[in-house]
């Protein structure tokens, strides 16, 4: 069985700071992590992935998330926070690909001016 | 490329009354999920379909819900004598299948209301 934690469902960043938002997760077997956004009222969009390659992952809008093994982490972060990531972010696990994927509860992300 | 488009956007039902959300994926996606978020929560996995077939349906409630995925046509999630506490948003992902592209796309979900 597989889980993930999203540890903080509210994080809030002053603009221009470093963005971390936590995800740990439990799996059996080699995982594939994800990291989508949902802005207000919109479906999910795909941040970035994990799928066995490079455990240092670059995704879009600046964002990238570091896989570590001994940690079972996947930590997403951002160097510079921009009022447009204000969002709800979700991390997700899957055993392999085209699998259901496993939720974490989601964090969400406000950014002070 | 269209992505993947769900309708209706908003749903309104009462009690009792059967609801029927449709999923049309990306174009050459064979393989559609469906997922339920409950209000201030993530996202549940309900089932996963190929083309006629219902790979898993782990995740769905063993009464009054069902799911196809016609070998023409949209996938249709039903909700059969819906109950307020079916009120949610349920979102639809499509992926490739044998391409080595493992990302789900999400539609921008249908959100049912019960009366």
């Known amino acids: 069985a597989q889980s993930v934690t999203q540890l903080g469902s509210h994080v809030s960043v002053s603009e221009g700071a470093l963005v971390l938002l936590r995800c740990n997760y439990s799996s059996s077997v080699p995982p594939y992590l994800f990291w989508y956004v949902q802005y207000p009222n919109q479906g999910l969009q795909l941040l970035l992935k994990y799928t066995s390659a490079a455990t240092l992952v670059k995704g879009i809008n600046g964002f990238e998330a570091e896989f570590k093994k001994s940690e079972t982490s996947f930590h997403l972060t951002k160097p510079s926070a921009h009022m447009s990531d204000a969002a709800e972010y979700f991390c997700a696990v899957s055993e392999k690909g085209n699998e259901k994927l496993t939720f974490g509860t989601g964090t969400r992300l406000t950014i002070i001016p | ?115």
């Open chain 2, 1 to 115: 490329n269209a992505g993947v488009m769900q309708n209706p956007r908003h749903l309104v039902r009462r009690r009792g009354q059967e609801a029927r959300l449709r999923c049309s994926p990306v174009k050459g996606h064979s393989h559609v999920y469906w997922y339920r978020q409950l209000p201030e929560e993530g996202l549940k996995f309900m089932v996963y379909l190929q083309k006629e077939n219902i790979i898993d349906e782990s995740g769905m409630p063993k009464e009054r819900f069902s799911a196809e995925f016609p070998k023409e046509g949209p996938s249709i999630l039903r909700i059969q004598q819906v109950v307020r506490g079916d009120s949610a948003a349920y979102f639809c992902a499509s992926s490739p299948y044998g391409t080595g592209d493992d990302t789900q796309y999400f539609g921008p979900g249908t959100r049912l209301t019960v009366l």
